[in-house]
């Protein structure tokens, strides 16, 4: 952390915005550094998309205020555009075009100066590990090529502010990975990242992430502070035969706080795991399960975030 | 019923596609209640793998035979057994929920006295009741998803084929659309998912893993897991980069990834860990500790496809 301080890269205070009687965002505040990632996890129709169209200067928020780099996105939301690079799920290619021509059309959209075009052009190849397929229709690309080649254009006017909308969906792990030590190099270079996703193992590739749920945030913390602090409890692993009657028998039991099959074993919420297991095993035993076997394991993202969703959905009396 | 009855079997199974070969030889032997998946990059033969299976596309080489049935020779009793949901599934977005379901009910000959039934226990299973009149075009990516899981299990189908059914589902819907899958096996159904998911591949009794039409690995998730060559190890570090560079080329390490609040190291063997922690230390390299994790089947998958997929 530098001594200095600094303009925080994205600075939200108390954003709000209704669609009529719909409150989409209430009452956001966060700052993310220059640098850093910022993951944004929700359930659809959370607010993820308006908060990003927000940022965008797309839509006006009711209350509160952003800016970017220290811009206030109401006053001046042409010169916050232009500091941020948007690339959304669905690549927005032009498969009918070449790489290049993709890579000139977004350039001249981006307005990137005529004198730079061709260098930029030719960094955005190498970074994508596209140099050598210029002249490749998109069409003939597999999907982590292009999901590359996106990235290549949304960075063609190098955009203080990167916002990547579910950027891997249908990506293979490989080119997954590609990805994000591109973006993990872009973010090493001062450009910060705002990711928005509903993949848990993308979301640990971010610094810190922002649980998003009925257009509030619930948690913001690193990927490993939420995986610890987001469970009431500790989790198990228990195996045993049938596995129905497994389910059935741990649901009915007072001391599991939640159960959820998962592969061939039970994941369930004891409070204290390491003090209660024994008990649990003899009960199963009891109830005429075979091959008890009760293991404490690490709790996913995806586990801390179904079980503080659900938390918020009890808090608020159940579904909306 | 057996347990070990094998529901679905291929064996040389083949498809071309002009110079390129979607699946190359595959074979596969699926049992009875069990949830099968189909694992791996685009373009590895997933989704030509489900269309045979399905009877909507004919191999050019190989057998293929579901529910005992060979789908080549008798493709309309293959039908009869099974569902299959692709990607995109065909609901009519200006239909209700109710009537979406109704029309599937009504194109599959399911009889009216179960038809109610049917619908009323598969919504419940999706929580999806209070939908009902709602228009399928206005649903949520999370719901089109389960209401076309609903409308394609409206037959009671003994076999269900499903084409990355999750792709854009948040991970609540996801959640509930496995505890549905789970509960089909319960009830005998068997089940096969291709996916490029591969946190959701650990939730399969067994996977296969494809990569270029071919099948590299079957197994269960533990065991593949098991043939993770060497270990692998989390450093937690306030500079990733830096520990990055440091590491990458190192003797023993095989391959570094970042991640959010540290490095993944893949290593040759687990007693590594240690001579790099101090080889870090002796460079001025922060680090805060480093531990081996157990990997998951990406990792795997990573570690064994590593050099492929370089081509466009």
Redesign the interface.
Known sequence: MSAMPSIPAIEVQALGKRFGDFAAVSNVSFAVERGEILGFLGPNGAGKSTVIRLLCGLLRPTSGRITVDGIDVGRDPEAVRRRIGYMSQKFSLYSDLSVLENLQFFGGVYGVPRQAIGERIQDALRMAGLAGHADTPVHALAGGWKQRLALGCAILHRPRVLVLDEPTSGVDPLSRRRFWDLIHDLAADGVTVLVSTHHMDEAEYCNRVALIDRGRIVALDTPANIRRRALDGELVEVRGTPLGRLLEALAAYPPVRDAAVFGNAVHALLARAADEAPALAAYLAGRGIGEVAVARIEPTLEDAFVRMIGRQAQGAGGAA | MNANEITVAATGLTKRFGPLTAVDGLDLAVRRGEIFGLV?????GKTTALRMFAAVMAPDAGRVSVGGVDVVAEPERVRERISYMPQRFGLYEDLTVDENIRFYAELFAVPRRLREQRAARLLAAS?MERFRKRLAGQL????KQKLGLACALVHAPSIVLLD?PT?????????EF??IL?GLR?EGVTLLIST????EA????RLALLHGGRMLYCD??AALRARMPGALAEFATPA??QLRDALQGRAGVLGV?????GVHVHLDQAGRLAELERQLRDSGVPCDGARLVPP?I?DL??AL?GG??T??
């Open positions: 791996g990059p685009d373009g590895a929580s949520s990516g999370g719901m990355e792709t854009g589902v948040d991970p609540l819907s996801r959640r496995w505890q789970y319960a490029a998911y591969l946190d650990e939730r399969c009794d269960t998730p990733p980069r990834l970042l991640v959010g609040n998951s990406e998958f990573v496809l492929a997929g081509q466009p």
